[in-house]
């Protein structure tokens, strides 16, 4: 895949000749490619809808997407499974600050990427609810900021569409209980009324690992002939524990470990929604909406602190057991603790805490907390009609949006030392938190108190140009204007260490698509297309060289970034007819001005800066059929995601690195061509569906997922010695089965059963590089190596820590519709 040029020349010369002057019309044709989509209607290829979700039995949009649609795989980094990455064609949309987003989420017409960080919130989206899901491939500029890869459009159930009433339970493995009930019907006068909500509950298969999450949806619609109108309200609630990734030893002796607790997240949300739409007696068509939706988000980190490990966490000195004996402590060694007789020391964080000395040292635990209100309100109007000019005909649609949103974001992170059940106990005095004051020469101050406002106004426009009988060409731009103002209530007037700035960014973004159909059914299209993201706040705020961040998510200063362009060629071919559905795809983005973390001379810390170039080209190809009671799909995707570009990032737990020697802080370089971790290169989807009676249907569903490369190995150079370093530098391929099945005794009754994970796998679905606190027995070991001591630092034990999925699982329930 060395040049995909040559690929679109053959596609082109292809397109020609399928296009015979005089040809029959045909009874089926694939689905278009669709640079036609806009956020409030349009035609896209459907990945999803309700019938589909029920079968998945799927807790998310998100679970369903990774076990059904090409091109999509899952990163647990969060641990939870309403917390997932989604990478579709390696563009991601992912529920944490500071991860790269690079997908639209679109539910009802509005996009649901947050104001402040662009992130998606998986749980806030009402499953039960969800009547359609389309995606979108390529940069969709129509669709907006971080429209990079694609878009994601979700489209919730009416009144009309789901009348009576469902009620829906079930229950399974690790104490997973799930429930919702919907209603919904049609009124005299035009109106229809639905309203949903749905609950998930679980202790999780990983210890300490208990989450929950409600939400609900109300709907209310009236329509005629001409015109519709629907007004929507949403609420979610959710509680979410995500223990995220372990290290591998750890994980071997047993996998329902974690590495440090608590790591919570509490999301509240709630939206309402007005959409509309009317066609004019003149043949023009109306649609727009407008929403409001506020969401407060707070999160609960207990983390290891790396800046102590290498440090002397044991037996107090005389002026710390003075400081506890003080403070009423009693208990403490007054001589002879060590590394090797004390396996979770607190002595020494504790009176470090109390003296205001060196607490960043001392305490191996951190409490991270941050809590972020978001407010954000808009509107979208759309006009479409259809004219001629001479010999061609068009249909034109017209769009113009206005987003306006706040932020308050506040962060604060509290020392304290691991337990042995390995979660984090805080500690209270005058040096508790990381706020610079501490008399040591590498305090760090981890506070943030920012207030953001952005204002986007947009402004696009569709022509689908009728180039003949069967041939179309497909044009599409969207201005965006996005003025972001942050202040900073810590350090306010700007420069460095500030976060205030009041950056603007402009951009207009063009696609076109020429698409044939032949008489046979097939349809064949290219494409070029290009699309932008403005930096997140979470990267504004950290991307001063003069004043790195400790952690990515540590905001600590604001020179301007560039935006985020995407340009994607795409060649599709679609067949459809009365059996199934063949489709094939090649597509090349390539993505210039990509915001990386990457490392500065300060040791251990880094900022955020544009990085240069990445790539991201494959195949897909796709299959579905019917055949008497059986239904057969399958994918396959092949993405080569790779830099284009070289930079420096920090590489601690990598072998490769430029460190003093092995286990020592370093750099490593990334080099054109390396590829960009986390992205498997093959993935293989297959699903056999079998309706055995009337009352009786089984569906079997496989996902073979081949290996991708850690975090911190963005080289791909990492090698494990067994002494310095322990793992591998990336995750293992892997193959998960589901298989699922209904029983209708009755009608409006039906039991169903699903096993996730068939055959019991163990696998990964990320993994990063990275220094251990703990020894095998899980154990806190701030110093693994007596020496060599350099410029008063000692090697650490790197290894590498894994996302591991979920075992085997049975969920049993059953539904009544009437």
Same mark, same amino acid.
């Given at each position: 895949m060395r040049d995909m040029r040559g690929w679109f020349c053959a596609g082109a010369s292809c397109l020609c000749l399928a296009m015979p002057a005089q040809a029959q019309d045909t009874t089926a044709t694939g689905p278009d490619i669709i640079v036609r989509a806009t956020p409030l209607?349009?035609?896209?290829?459907?990945? +999803? /809808?309700?019938?589909?979700?029920?079968?998945?039995?799927?807790?998310?949009? $998100?679970?369903? @997407?990774?076990? =059904? !649609?090409? *091109?999509?795989?899952?990163?647990?980094?969060? +641990? /939870?499974?309403?917390?997932?990455?989604?990478?579709?064609?390696?563009?991601? $949309?992912?529920? @944490?600050?500071? =991860? !790269?987003? *690079?997908?639209?989420?679109y539910l009802d017409g509005v996009r649901v990427n947050q104001p402040f960080g662009d992130v998606v919130s998986w749980d806030l989206i009402p499953t039960v609810a969800v009547a359609d899901i389309d995606l979108v491939s390529g940069a969709a500029p129509q669709f907006g900021r971080n429209a990079l890869g694609g878009a994601l459009v979700l489209r919730t159930k009416s009144g009309k569409s789901d009348p009576g009433v469902t009620l829906e339970a079930s229950g399974g493995a690790f104490g997973r209980v799930t429930g919702s009930a919907q209603a919904g019907g049609v009124l005299p006068g035009g109106l229809d009324w639905y309203v949903a909500a749905d609950h998930f509950r679980e202790n999780g298969w990983r210890?300490?690992?208990?989450?929950?999450?409600?939400?609900?949806?109300?709907?209310?619609?009236?329509?005629?002939?001409?015109?519709?109108?629907?007004?929507?309200?949403?609420?979610?609630?959710?509680?979410?524990?995500?223990?995220?990734l372990q290290e591998m030893r750890l994980l071997a002796a047993d996998r329902r470990s974690v590495y440090t607790a608590p790591d919570n997240t509490r999301n509240r949300m709630g939206m309402v929604v007005l959409n509309g739409e009317t066609r004019l007696d003149s043949g023009l068509h109306l649609r727009g909406n407008a929403f409001w939706r506020h969401l407060r988000t707070q999160t609960y980190n207990g983390d290891v602190n790396d800046d102590a490990l290498g440090e002397n966490l044991y037996q107090p000195n005389a002026a710390e057991q003075a400081a506890l004996t003080s403070a009423g402590y009693t208990g403490f060694p007054v001589a002879g603790e060590t590394q090797a007789n004390t396996p979770f020391p607190q002595w020494r964080c504790i009176a470090n805490v109390l003296l205001n000395t060196e607490p960043n040292e001392k305490c191996d635990g951190l409490i991270n907390r941050s809590q972020t209100r978001q407010s954000e309100w808009g509107a979208t109007l759309e006009a479409s009609g259809r004219f001629t000019t001479g010999p061609f005909a068009h249909d034109l649609t017209l769009g113009a949006s206005y987003i306006g949103s706040t932020a308050h974001f506040t962060q604060s992170s509290q020392f304290g030392y691991i337990l042995p059940d390995r979660t984090v106990m805080p500690v209270s005095g005058p040096g508790a938190f990381a706020d610079g004051t501490q008399d040591s020469e590498n305090a760090f101050d981890a506070r943030v108190d920012l207030r953001s406002r952005t204002t986007a106004l947009s402004a696009y426009a569709l022509d689908r140009v009728g180039l003949g009988?069967?041939?179309?060409?497909?044009?599409?731009?969207?201005?965006?204007?996005?003025?972001?103002?942050?202040?900073?209530?810590?350090?306010?007037?700007?420069?460095?260490?500030?976060?205030?700035?009041?950056?603007?960014?402009?951009?207009?973004?063009?696609?076109?698509?020429?698409?044939?159909?032949?008489?046979?059914?097939?349809?064949?299209?290219?494409?070029?297309?290009?699309?932008s993201r403005a930096p997140s706040a979470i990267e504004l705020g950290c991307s001063d060289p003069a004043s790195p961040c400790r952690l990515p998510n540590a905001l600590a200063g604001d020179p301007p970034l560039r935006q985020v362009i995407a340009r994607t060629m795409e060649i599709r071919l679609d067949r459809g007819n009365g059996w199934g559905h063949v489709h094939a795809a090649l597509f090349r983005t390539d993505s210039s001005d990509d915001i990386l973390f990457v490392a500065?001379?300060?040791?251990?810390?880094?900022?955020?800066?544009?990085?240069?170039?990445?790539?991201?080209?494959?195949?897909?190809?796709?299959?579905?059929?019917?055949?008497?009671?059986?239904?057969?799909?399958?994918?396959?995707?092949l993405l080569d995601a790779t830099y284009r570009s070289s930079e420096v990032v920090n590489g601690s737990g990598n072998s490769s690195n430029d460190g003093a020697g092995p286990g020592f802080d370093g750099t490593i370089a990334i080099q054109p061509g390396n590829r960009i971790p986390l992205l498997p290169r093959h993935t293989v989807k297959a699903a056999v569906g079998w309706e055995a009676t009337p009352w009786l249907s089984l569906n079997l569903d496989m996902v073979a997922v081949s290996s991708a490369?850690?975090?911190?190995?963005?080289?791909?150079?990492?090698?494990?010695?067994?002494?310095?370093?322990?793992?591998?530098?990336?995750?293992?391929?892997y193959a998960l089965f589901n298989l699922g099945g209904e029983v209708r005794p009755r009608t409006g009754l039906t039991i169903f059963a699903m096993v996730r994970n068939l055959f019991d796998k163990d696998y990964a679905s990320a993994a990063q590089l990275g220094a251990t606190a703990f020894d095998a027995q899980g154990?806190?070991?701030?110093?693994?190596?007596a020496g060599p001591v350099i410029d008063g630092e000692r090697p650490l034990l790197q290894s590498t820590f894994f996302a591991p999925g979920a075992p085997r699982s049975l969920q049993v329930g059953a539904r009544l519709h009437f």
């Amino acid at each position: 895949m060395r040049d995909m040029r040559g690929w679109f020349c053959a596609g082109a010369s292809c397109l020609c000749l399928a296009m015979p002057a005089q040809a029959q019309d045909t009874t089926a044709t694939g689905p278009d490619i669709i640079v036609r989509a806009t956020p409030l209607a349009g035609e896209a290829p459907e990945v +999803g /809808n309700a019938r589909a979700l029920q079968a998945t039995q799927a807790v998310s949009v $998100a679970e369903h @997407l990774a076990r =059904t !649609a090409p *091109g999509v795989t899952i990163n647990d980094v969060q +641990g /939870n499974p309403l917390q997932p990455d989604v990478n579709y064609r390696g563009l991601t $949309a992912s529920p @944490l600050l500071g =991860t !790269a987003q *690079g997908l639209s989420v679109y539910l009802d017409g509005v996009r649901v990427n947050q104001p402040f960080g662009d992130v998606v919130s998986w749980d806030l989206i009402p499953t039960v609810a969800v009547a359609d899901i389309d995606l979108v491939s390529g940069a969709a500029p129509q669709f907006g900021r971080n429209a990079l890869g694609g878009a994601l459009v979700l489209r919730t159930k009416s009144g009309k569409s789901d009348p009576g009433v469902t009620l829906e339970a079930s229950g399974g493995a690790f104490g997973r209980v799930t429930g919702s009930a919907q209603a919904g019907g049609v009124l005299p006068g035009g109106l229809d009324w639905y309203v949903a909500a749905d609950h998930f509950r679980e202790n999780g298969w990983r210890d300490l690992s208990r989450s929950r999450a409600s939400r609900a949806l109300a709907k209310l619609g009236w329509s005629d002939a001409a015109s519709s109108v629907s007004l929507a309200g949403h609420f979610a609630d959710t509680n979410l524990n995500g223990n995220g990734l372990q290290e591998m030893r750890l994980l071997a002796a047993d996998r329902r470990s974690v590495y440090t607790a608590p790591d919570n997240t509490r999301n509240r949300m709630g939206m309402v929604v007005l959409n509309g739409e009317t066609r004019l007696d003149s043949g023009l068509h109306l649609r727009g909406n407008a929403f409001w939706r506020h969401l407060r988000t707070q999160t609960y980190n207990g983390d290891v602190n790396d800046d102590a490990l290498g440090e002397n966490l044991y037996q107090p000195n005389a002026a710390e057991q003075a400081a506890l004996t003080s403070a009423g402590y009693t208990g403490f060694p007054v001589a002879g603790e060590t590394q090797a007789n004390t396996p979770f020391p607190q002595w020494r964080c504790i009176a470090n805490v109390l003296l205001n000395t060196e607490p960043n040292e001392k305490c191996d635990g951190l409490i991270n907390r941050s809590q972020t209100r978001q407010s954000e309100w808009g509107a979208t109007l759309e006009a479409s009609g259809r004219f001629t000019t001479g010999p061609f005909a068009h249909d034109l649609t017209l769009g113009a949006s206005y987003i306006g949103s706040t932020a308050h974001f506040t962060q604060s992170s509290q020392f304290g030392y691991i337990l042995p059940d390995r979660t984090v106990m805080p500690v209270s005095g005058p040096g508790a938190f990381a706020d610079g004051t501490q008399d040591s020469e590498n305090a760090f101050d981890a506070r943030v108190d920012l207030r953001s406002r952005t204002t986007a106004l947009s402004a696009y426009a569709l022509d689908r140009v009728g180039l003949g009988q069967r041939l179309t060409l497909d044009l599409a731009a969207r201005y965006d204007r996005v003025a972001v103002r942050n202040r900073d209530a810590i350090t306010p007037g700007g420069g460095t260490g500030s976060l205030d700035s009041s950056p603007v960014y402009h951009r207009l973004n063009p696609a076109i698509t020429l698409t044939g159909k032949a008489a046979d059914g097939t349809t064949l299209a290219l494409s070029w297309s290009q699309a932008s993201r403005a930096p997140s706040a979470i990267e504004l705020g950290c991307s001063d060289p003069a004043s790195p961040c400790r952690l990515p998510n540590a905001l600590a200063g604001d020179p301007p970034l560039r935006q985020v362009i995407a340009r994607t060629m795409e060649i599709r071919l679609d067949r459809g007819n009365g059996w199934g559905h063949v489709h094939a795809a090649l597509f090349r983005t390539d993505s210039s001005d990509d915001i990386l973390f990457v490392a500065n001379d300060a040791l251990g810390y880094g900022y955020f800066r544009n990085f240069g170039k990445t790539r991201r080209q494959g195949l897909e190809l796709s299959a579905d059929a019917r055949l008497r009671g059986f239904t057969f799909s399958a994918s396959y995707t092949l993405l080569d995601a790779t830099y284009r570009s070289s930079e420096v990032v920090n590489g601690s737990g990598n072998s490769s690195n430029d460190g003093a020697g092995p286990g020592f802080d370093g750099t490593i370089a990334i080099q054109p061509g390396n590829r960009i971790p986390l992205l498997p290169r093959h993935t293989v989807k297959a699903a056999v569906g079998w309706e055995a009676t009337p009352w009786l249907s089984l569906n079997l569903d496989m996902v073979a997922v081949s290996s991708a490369f850690a975090r911190g190995n963005e080289n791909n150079a990492h090698q494990a010695d067994g002494t310095y370093y322990l793992g591998p530098g990336g995750t293992a391929p892997y193959a998960l089965f589901n298989l699922g099945g209904e029983v209708r005794p009755r009608t409006g009754l039906t039991i169903f059963a699903m096993v996730r994970n068939l055959f019991d796998k163990d696998y990964a679905s990320a993994a990063q590089l990275g220094a251990t606190a703990f020894d095998a027995q899980g154990r806190v070991v701030s110093r693994p190596f007596a020496g060599p001591v350099i410029d008063g630092e000692r090697p650490l034990l790197q290894s590498t820590f894994f996302a591991p999925g979920a075992p085997r699982s049975l969920q049993v329930g059953a539904r009544l519709h009437f």
